[in-house]
């Protein structure tokens, strides 16, 4: 059986857009997508290609403009599946997250993690990272990666200041039970409570939007 593939493409701010899934929990990540001058930055392309295939088209259908840079917020499948969706971007991670991709996957504990998506994991590669991200790094003017910590001992987000909205990606759970089995809770606490002077709007990488109240709230529960 192959999970349904549902979402839908959500302006959150002039230029920034979240692709949300109609699901909360593992296997049903989100994405982001930030409009710049020179092209698009896609922030992690989901867990499949299947699953980024709507995504991509949602974007295509928005704006005429190349995926040049695609940033992955952590190393676990859900977060890296579906980078075949845009095979001319820039590949953007952590130091972390490009060691993990330079080894084969293990469809078999993809499919463990995820049974939903066991069909397309048979035949998944993966993509390497191609621009490692070991400090605060301007992918356009308007996004800033950031390295941080906590769901795995590195991991990215991003930023976008101007918006006053961070894409928290894989250290972001709204409404949904973590799958934390490499997370050190405690930088994760740290990062989460540093993440509330980041800005207003928080983009997770898994649930609805949301704002300080959330981050506080996935702060407790890692507590």
Do not use: K
Request: include cysteine; aromatic fraction near 8%; charge should be negative.
């Amino acid at each position: 059986m192959v999970t349904a593939m549902a979402g839908s493409l959500q302006n959150v701010a002039p230029g920034v857009y979240a692709w949300l899934d109609d699901a909360f929990g593992p296997g049903h990540p989100n994405a982001g997508m930030v409009v710049a001058d020179d092209g698009l930055t896609v922030i992690d392309p989901l867990c499949t290609p299947r699953q980024a295939t709507p995504f991509a088209a949602a974007v295509a259908d928005l704006i005429a403009t190349p995926v040049r840079r695609v940033v992955l917020t952590g190393s676990h499948i859900e977060f890296v599946g579906g980078a075949g969706a845009f095979p001319m971007a820039a590949v953007y991670g952590s130091g972390q997250t490009s060691a993990h991709l330079d080894q084969p996957g293990d469809p078999t504990v993809w499919t463990a993690l995820h049974p939903g998506h066991g069909e397309d994991f048979a035949e998944l590669v993966t993509r390497p990272v191609s621009h490692t991200v070991q400090e605060p790094a301007h992918l356009c003017p308007a996004s800033i990666a950031i390295p941080r910590g906590g769901f795995q001992l590195e991991n990215l987000a991003v930023q976008i200041p101007g918006a006053d909205v961070e894409f928290l990606g894989a250290l972001g759970w709204f409404g949904c039970v973590p799958l934390a089995f490499e997370a050190d809770f405690g930088l994760w606490i740290d990062t989460l409570t540093a993440a509330l002077d980041w800005g207003s709007v928080f983009v997770p990488g898994h649930g609805p939007i949301g704002d300080a109240d959330d981050v506080r709230s996935l702060i407790a529960y890692l507590e």
